[in-house]
């Protein structure tokens, strides 16, 4: 079955980096594009990051652009990102999510993992 | 940029009982919509995808219609394990998901 298994969250004080992994199995990773979407506490859901399945493409939201990087390794079947200069307000569950159809970008998500927690604060 | 208003925030429904939540763009995103249903301390759960199609395994008691601007998940007669928070995401352009809708018991 299809599983996402989340790793790397942690306490981090501002401006420092963090290194978020998503491990994938059952399922051909090297076929689907990945996302990122977090979610502070008690609030809803916003979209991070995605890659398309061969990395070619890769698009940011506005509040990350230029801090986060997207990256996978599909010889690990392991998605990534890359957090560079945290905020207060990057505090949230991170969870990595599959796009729904094979080498398209859809942008709807039909697995999820249960998400790792990231906690910026000095 | 597309923004995304969902209606109610909360609502309050006994089992059995016909709930409606909707989803406004602020401009047209054809059928390019989504809705997830999310439950305390879990991960996000695809319902219906393209406006109006359901995923694979969920029950026919969901429906989604809509398109252009204006949309809407409604569930027919609503069973306990439908208490949860609900989202709508558009996926026109990237992706942004509407604030959520709380269905809790009456």
């Known amino acids: 079955q299809v599983q996402l298994v989340e790793s790397g969250g942690g306490v981090v004080q501002p401006g420092r980096s963090l290194r978020l992994s998503c491990a994938a199995s059952g399922f051909t990773f090297s076929s689907y594009g990945m996302h990122w979407v977090r979610q502070a506490p008690g609030k809803g859901l916003e979209w991070v990051a995605v890659t398309w399945y061969d990395e070619s493409i890769k698009f940011y939201a506005d509040s990350v652009k230029g801090r986060f990087t997207i990256s996978r390794d599909n010889s690990k079947n392991t998605l990534y990102l890359q957090m560079d200069s945290l905020r207060d307000e990057d505090t949230a569950v991170y969870y990595c999510?599959?796009?729904?159809?094979?080498?398209?970008?859809?942008?709807?998500?039909?697995?999820w993992g249960r998400g790792t927690l990231v906690t910026v604060s000095s | 940029d597309i923004q995304m208003t969902q209606s109610p925030s909360s609502l309050s429904a006994s089992v059995g009982d016909r709930v409606t939540i909707t989803c406004r763009a602020s401009?047209?995103?054809?059928?390019?919509l989504n809705w997830y249903q999310q439950k305390p301390g879990k991960a996000p759960y695809l319902l219906i995808y393209?406006?109006?199609t359901l995923q694979n395994g969920v029950p026919s008691r969901f429906s989604g219609s809509g398109s252009g601007t204006d949309f809407t998940l409604t569930i027919s007669s609503l069973q306990p394990e439908d208490f949860a928070t609900y989202f709508c995401?558009?996926?026109?352009?990237?992706?942004?998901f509407g604030g959520g809708t709380k269905v809790e018991i009456k």
């Open positions: 393209g406006a109006s």
């Open positions: 999510a599959r796009d729904r159809v094979p080498s398209l970008n859809s942008a709807s998500l039909d697995y």
């Open positions: 401009q047209n995103i054809y059928t390019y």
């Open positions: 995401q558009q996926s026109y352009m990237n992706l942004l």
